[in-house]
């Protein structure tokens, strides 16, 4: 059984390497995806318009904007005094207006309130959250340099961040794109090579044959494995290397689950490929569950909890979900085996599933002897 497994797996892997277009998608779309939107995707925001309206006009006002200028969060741009700073975020010429109101230099020597008025844009709700909580992080650090007073008085936080200091998008997303790739281009190599053997009828040749519908079926996913595997070693290079990552804690558990999930994502091609013998069809097939799916339900961009409740319980059957988790741990945090185990079971009990899928769609089609 083994040799014609292995010979079938060689087969498909004979196929490909003379297929210089299959070969690079395989291997070269993966990294130029990884490095591509790894750089596009961040939340964090940068360089923002602001537009100052200084109605104080005092030492302790312009201290208090050169608080502003020196933050790389936003850029202090100019507007025509005689127009309204409203008008400015009609015209897209600024994401917030900040008014400084008069007799501010007065209240803050009294030791009185001292109210200043920030606008933002709130078209983007995320971007409007964080430019208030930037806006709030300079005041009350400007507060407490200038005035000896604190933000709270009972509670006076010390903030440490751990896993991920400087805040780098880079970090939290690269390993999230790595797993999209690994997801969507060995099962889409897989359900192309299956969906072929039936659009073309070369499948009537397994049909006659005597290997079984298992050797058939684990010599596809044996192929597709090892294919998945070298994308996720040229993938992994480039995290360690490119975007300054490293292997934090115990390695096994992201070795045991990136071997898993190289056979998950081959048992799912070859289990699409199986059941629609059509190309295009098994395309577009691939490309909702390796792709959409993984992108939107698996935490890759916004955490798992956020996903509405009436769809968050899809994210339970997403495989991308559990991998992302393993990734991120190996490469940030480092919890090893007593926080990762049941996602590489997970990720184990989801490939055996499509596997036995994609087995029981050939397997009454085979012709005993």
């Avoid at 709130?122 to 992080?137: E, F, I, P």
């Avoid at 295009?280 to 792709?291: K, S, T």
């Avoid at 009436?310 to 988790?325: E, F, M, T």
Wanted: charged share 15%; with cysteine.
């Amino acid at each position: 059984m083994f040799r014609r497994v292995v010979a079938q797996a060689r087969k498909e892997l004979t196929q490909i390497m003379r297929d210089r277009l299959a070969l690079a998608l395989a291997l070269v779309l993966p990294l130029f995806l990884l490095l591509l939107l790894s750089n596009a995707i961040s939340l964090t925001v940068n360089d923002l318009p602001l537009i100052v309206q200084d109605l104080d006009s005092s030492t302790v006002s312009r201290s208090y904007i050169d608080a502003f200028r020196a933050s790389v969060t936003f850029r202090v741009v100019s507007w025509p005094a005689d127009r309204q700073p409203e008008s400015a975020l009609q015209a897209g010429a600024a994401r917030a207006v900040l008014i400084i109101p008069p007799h501010f230099s007065r209240d803050l020597a009294r030791g009185e309130k001292a109210n200043v008025q920030l606008l933002i844009d709130a078209t983007d709700a995320n971007t409007a959250k964080l430019v208030s909580g930037y806006a709030g992080q300079i005041t009350r650090a400007y507060v407490e340099q200038n005035t000896g007073a604190t933000a709270v008085a009972m509670v006076n936080p010390q903030v440490r961040l751990w896993f991920n200091p400087g805040r780098i998008s880079q970090k939290f997303y690269a390993p999230g794109i790595f797993v999209l790739g690994i997801s969507m281009f060995p099962p889409l190599l897989a359900s192309l090579a299956m969906a072929k053997e039936g659009e073309q009828k070369t499948i009537l040749q397994v049909y006659v044959s005597s290997i079984s519908a298992h050797e058939f079926v684990l010599g596809k996913i044996l192929a597709f494995t090892i294919i998945a595997l070298a994308e996720g070693l040229l993938s992994l290079t480039a995290l360690l290397t490119v975007f300054g990552l490293r292997l934090t804690g115990d390695p096994t558990p992201l070795i045991v689950a990136t071997i898993l999930y190289a056979f998950c994502v081959a048992s799912f091609g070859t289990m699409v490929g199986a059941a629609i013998p059509n190309q295009a069809a098994a395309i577009q097939a691939v490309a909702l569950g390796g792709f959409l799916l993984v992108f939107l339900l698996s935490g890759l961009i916004f955490p798992v909890e956020n996903i509405p409740v009436g769809l968050r319980w899809i994210s339970n059957l997403i495989w991308g979900r559990y991998y992302i988790v393993i990734v991120r741990d190996a490469l940030l945090q480092g919890g090893g085996w007593p926080a990762m185990w049941f996602n590489v079971l997970m990720i184990a009990i989801i490939g055996a599933v499509f596997y036995v899928l994609a087995w029981r769609v050939l397997r009454p089609m085979q012709v005993k002897a």
